[in-house]
């Protein structure tokens, strides 16, 4: 009995700890530009970390904030507070309510293809909406998944207008038949969500209603508070945008994902919350390369080498959804920062979905870049991953599978897949090429 409540106790402290870490409630810019002050503002444990440059970082918490930078901070540091131009500039964007209503107007517009889906609500009652695109909207297709989320942060809104833009075009063109467009939808389901966090947005500010960083509110692949054992993949005190993604990405199979932020021009690509090296760092690095490339301002920020960096090497992350989704998903994700300005005048919002607009497109592409299989009924079992180097096949990865579809984003090459569920075992040999949309992602068809 003693242990229990013990143990119950210590729950509540870590619990206590990991709720106080990802709140929002102020922000500041501490000019550290040589990042002297960080080790301590990381020991305090309730403080976020963003944006670290060569001119310093932001810092996120709660009110106390102010207080403590003023009494222990070596370094000057400003408010984050909107002023009254960046107020006045809130009437020039659409409100959360108009985002809904573009949603529901294309969907009307183009039934075909687009099926506008609700995947939850926020605290104040607004829906979570995600749109599915795909030549069978209303059927679930054995086709490789893609997902593109956007606004996670409420402050940081390109992201948000560049996914109804995408939306828009895929459809407009997809009816215009358009070569490029309709053979990347009728051989893939891409779901795309503008808004995670419609609440924020409409508050222009970091967290929800709740002041809560959904950035810092997914379960931790290392160690995470709120899990019993601290690995679990748990939705237990989340924020309902956590839990409503959470329940739709374990609904789904998705291969292949991006998020969008704002802040600064660059892909940032996992691991976010660990050093160690990702299980497919050369694709995930080739990947990141590929979105930059075409983007002047962003593949020659002066902050980062090609316009992208490793989360880790750049700042920690702990609780962060990109990390999430590959661990407990297997779900490559990386993070793209749209924009240096956070909330820019409405009117540049065309010229950053023109320049993004190439990269947008191939990055969903790039989906087919890979191999699945479907089983003829649903199993528990293992994929082991092999690659060919030198004259032999080495493993590359061995992971879990549920289920009856699978399907893995691989770097082209020669691969040896493994099935094992119970005693039943089968294998084969794939060729991964670049520029290859193949028909339905040409899964293959296994009993097993």
């Known amino acids: 009995m003693i242990k229990q409540i013990l143990l119950t106790f210590l729950m509540s402290c ?26 301590t503002i990381h020991a305090q444990g309730k403080f976020i970390v ?3 440059s060569s001119k310093g970082y932001e810092v996120y918490g709660p009110k106390g904030l102010k207080k403590w930078l003023t009494a222990n901070s070596p370094v000057s540091f400003r408010s984050l507070s909107n002023s009254i131009d960046k107020r006045n500039s809130l009437l020039s964007y659409p409100s959360p309510e108009q985002i809904e209503s573009r949603l529901i107007a294309l969907q009307k517009k183009y039934p075909k293809i687009l099926k506008l889906i609700s995947i939850g609500k926020t605290e104040t009652g607004r ?9 069978n909207v209303n059927v679930d297709e054995v086709e490789p998944e893609f997902k593109y989320v956007a606004n996670m942060h409420g402050d940081e809104i390109v992201g948000r207008e560049l996914m109804v833009s995408l939306i828009d075009e895929l459809a407009s063109k997809y009816s215009k038949n358009d070569q490029e467009i309709t053979t990347l939808v009728n051989n893939t ?5 503008p808004s995670l966090n419609p609440d ?14 959904l950035n810092r509110d997914f379960p931790d692949v290392e160690r ?41 021009e660059v892909v940032n690509y996992p691991w976010d919350t660990k050093s160690s090296d990702f299980p497919y760092m050369n694709l995930v690095i080739d990947l990141s390369r590929e979105y930059a490339a075409s983007i002047p301002s962003m593949r020659d920020n002066r902050e980062f080498i090609d316009g992208i960096v490793n989360g880790y090497d750049w700042y920690e992350i702990n609780g962060g959804m990109q990390d999430w989704s590959y661990h407990w998903h297997n779900d490559l994700q990386v993070t793209i920062e749209l924009s240096h ?7 540049q919002v065309p010229g950053y979905y023109k320049k993004n607009r190439a990269s947008l497109i191939k990055y969903m592409q790039r989906v087919h870049q890979g191999f699945g299989f479907k089983l003829d009924s649903p199993k528990k079992g293992r994929v082991t991953i092999k690659n060919f180097r030198g ?5 590359l990865e061995s992971l879990d599978f549920e289920g009856s579809e699978f399907y893995k984003v691989l770097a082209p090459g020669k691969y040896l897949i493994e099935l094992e569920s119970g005693s039943k075992k089968y294998s084969f040999e794939k060729e991964i090429r670049a520029d290859d949309i193949k028909e339905n992602g040409a899964f293959k068809s296994i009993q097993l």
């Open 200 to 213: 924020g947005a409409a508050k222009r500010r970091r967290g929800n209603s709740n002041w809560r960083d």
């Open 50 to 52: 963003d944006h670290p």
């Open 14 to 39: 870590f619990l206590f700890q990991a709720q106080a870490a990802n709140l929002a409630e102020v922000g500041f810019f501490v000019n550290d530009t040589n990042r002297s002050f960080l080790k």
């Open 341 to 347: 300005s956070k909330w820019p005048s409405y009117s």
């Open 224 to 264: 995470d508070a709120r899990a019993f054992d601290f690995t679990e993949n748990t939705t237990a005190n989340r924020e309902l945008e956590t839990v409503a993604m959470m329940e739709f990405q374990n609904r789904r199979h998705f291969a292949l994902s991006a998020n969008f932020h704002g802040g600064t």
């Open 189 to 193: 389901e891409i779901f795309i969500m």
């Open 391 to 395: 004259n032999s096949f080495q493993l």
């Open 127 to 135: 829906d979570l909406w995600v749109m599915k695109i795909s030549d």
